[in-house]
Protein backbone atom coordinates (compact mmCIF):
# COMPACT_ATOMS: atom_id res chain seq x y z
CA UNK A 1 0.00 0.00 0.00
CA UNK A 2 0.82 3.04 -1.13
CA UNK A 3 -0.44 6.29 0.76
CA UNK A 4 -0.38 9.71 -1.48
CA UNK A 5 -1.60 12.98 0.27
CA UNK A 6 -1.47 16.32 -1.69
CA UNK A 7 -1.38 19.97 -1.50
CA UNK A 8 -0.28 23.55 -2.52
CA UNK A 9 -3.22 24.10 -4.88
CA UNK A 10 -5.15 27.45 -4.55
CA UNK A 11 -6.76 30.15 -6.51
CA UNK A 12 -4.35 32.38 -8.45
CA UNK A 13 -5.04 34.94 -11.67
CA UNK A 14 -3.68 33.94 -14.87
CA UNK A 15 -0.26 34.52 -15.29
CA UNK A 16 0.88 33.04 -12.07
CA UNK A 17 2.47 30.36 -10.52
CA UNK A 18 1.30 27.71 -7.86
CA UNK A 19 3.54 24.79 -6.45
CA UNK A 20 1.70 21.51 -5.97
CA UNK A 21 3.51 18.42 -3.68
CA UNK A 22 2.05 15.28 -3.26
CA UNK A 23 3.78 13.37 -0.03
CA UNK A 24 4.43 9.54 -0.20
CA UNK A 25 4.22 7.25 2.89
CA UNK A 26 3.81 3.21 2.35
CA UNK A 27 5.47 0.41 0.69
CA UNK A 28 9.23 1.41 -1.19
CA UNK A 29 8.70 4.76 -3.16
CA UNK A 30 11.19 3.79 -5.98
CA UNK A 31 8.91 1.04 -7.34
CA UNK A 32 6.87 3.52 -8.47
CA UNK A 33 6.32 5.93 -11.00
CA UNK A 34 4.55 8.92 -10.39
CA UNK A 35 2.18 11.32 -12.29
CA UNK A 36 0.01 13.90 -12.12
CA UNK A 37 -2.99 13.62 -13.39
CA UNK A 38 -6.16 16.47 -13.18
CA UNK A 39 -9.84 16.65 -14.36
CA UNK A 40 -11.99 19.85 -14.80
CA UNK A 41 -15.93 19.88 -14.21
CA UNK A 42 -17.43 17.87 -17.05
CA UNK A 43 -13.97 16.84 -18.35
CA UNK A 44 -12.44 13.33 -18.45
CA UNK A 45 -9.39 12.83 -16.24
CA UNK A 46 -6.33 14.12 -18.41
CA UNK A 47 -2.48 13.21 -17.78
CA UNK A 48 0.05 16.54 -17.16
CA UNK A 49 3.23 15.10 -16.07
CA UNK A 50 5.21 11.90 -14.72
CA UNK A 51 8.52 11.05 -13.15
CA UNK A 52 10.26 7.67 -12.22
CA UNK A 53 11.71 7.67 -8.78
CA UNK A 54 14.28 5.24 -10.46
CA UNK A 55 16.70 7.79 -12.67
CA UNK A 56 14.08 10.29 -12.77
CA UNK A 57 12.90 10.06 -16.43
CA UNK A 58 10.47 12.71 -16.95
CA UNK A 59 6.98 12.92 -19.79
CA UNK A 60 4.89 15.89 -20.05
CA UNK A 61 1.31 16.24 -22.05
CA UNK A 62 1.87 18.70 -24.74
CA UNK A 63 -0.53 20.97 -23.33
CA UNK A 64 2.12 21.66 -19.86
CA UNK A 65 5.01 21.36 -21.62
CA UNK A 66 7.51 24.18 -21.05
CA UNK A 67 4.93 25.70 -18.12
CA UNK A 68 5.07 23.00 -15.23
CA UNK A 69 8.16 20.77 -13.72
CA UNK A 70 7.74 17.94 -12.29
CA UNK A 71 10.44 16.99 -9.66
CA UNK A 72 11.05 14.67 -6.82
CA UNK A 73 13.24 14.64 -3.50
CA UNK A 74 13.53 11.11 -2.42
CA UNK A 75 15.05 12.17 0.99
CA UNK A 76 11.37 13.72 1.67
CA UNK A 77 9.68 10.94 -0.77
CA UNK A 78 7.70 13.88 -2.15
CA UNK A 79 6.74 14.72 -5.88
CA UNK A 80 5.98 18.17 -6.84
CA UNK A 81 4.58 19.65 -9.64
CA UNK A 82 5.88 23.70 -10.73
CA UNK A 83 3.30 25.58 -12.60
CA UNK A 84 4.13 28.29 -14.00
CA UNK A 85 2.80 30.55 -16.68
CA UNK A 86 -0.91 29.64 -15.36
CA UNK A 87 -4.26 30.26 -17.89
CA UNK A 88 -7.92 29.70 -17.07
CA UNK A 89 -7.73 26.52 -18.75
CA UNK A 90 -5.60 24.67 -15.96
CA UNK A 91 -8.32 24.81 -13.72
CA UNK A 92 -8.93 21.31 -12.56
CA UNK A 93 -8.83 18.99 -9.75
CA UNK A 94 -5.15 18.26 -9.79
CA UNK A 95 -4.28 14.08 -8.31
CA UNK A 96 -1.01 12.93 -7.96
CA UNK A 97 -0.63 8.76 -8.70
CA UNK A 98 1.52 6.18 -8.26
CA UNK A 99 2.16 2.85 -10.98
CA UNK A 100 4.17 0.05 -9.90
CA UNK A 101 6.78 -0.26 -12.41
CA UNK A 102 7.78 -3.74 -10.87
CA UNK A 103 3.82 -5.09 -11.91
CA UNK A 104 5.18 -6.47 -15.82
CA UNK A 105 2.84 -3.95 -17.33
CA UNK A 106 4.74 -0.81 -16.77
CA UNK A 107 5.81 0.84 -20.12
CA UNK A 108 7.18 4.35 -20.39
CA UNK A 109 3.83 4.72 -22.38
CA UNK A 110 2.05 3.96 -19.30
CA UNK A 111 2.86 6.61 -17.41
CA UNK A 112 0.26 9.00 -19.39
CA UNK A 113 -2.51 6.19 -18.63
CA UNK A 114 -4.22 7.09 -15.77
CA UNK A 115 -6.26 3.47 -15.33
CA UNK A 116 -2.52 2.35 -15.58
CA UNK A 117 -2.17 3.72 -11.85
CA UNK A 118 -2.37 1.81 -8.08
CA UNK A 119 -2.53 4.61 -5.55
CA UNK A 120 -4.22 7.84 -5.81
CA UNK A 121 -4.34 11.40 -3.66
CA UNK A 122 -6.96 12.67 -2.41
CA UNK A 123 -7.09 15.49 -4.95
CA UNK A 124 -6.16 19.34 -4.59
CA UNK A 125 -8.14 22.35 -6.59
CA UNK A 126 -6.50 24.81 -8.58
CA UNK A 127 -8.16 27.70 -9.87
CA UNK A 128 -6.93 30.57 -12.28
CA UNK A 129 -8.69 33.32 -12.49
CA UNK A 130 -8.57 35.44 -16.11
Known amino acids: QVQLVESGGGLVQAGGSLRLSCAAS????????MGWFRQAPGKEREFVAA????????DYAASVKGRFTISRDNARSTVYLQMNSLKPEDTAVYYC???????????????????????WGQGTQVTVSS
Open 97 to 119: AAEDITSGRYTIATMKVWDEYDY
Open 51 to 58: IRWIGGYT
Open 26 to 33: GRSTSNYA
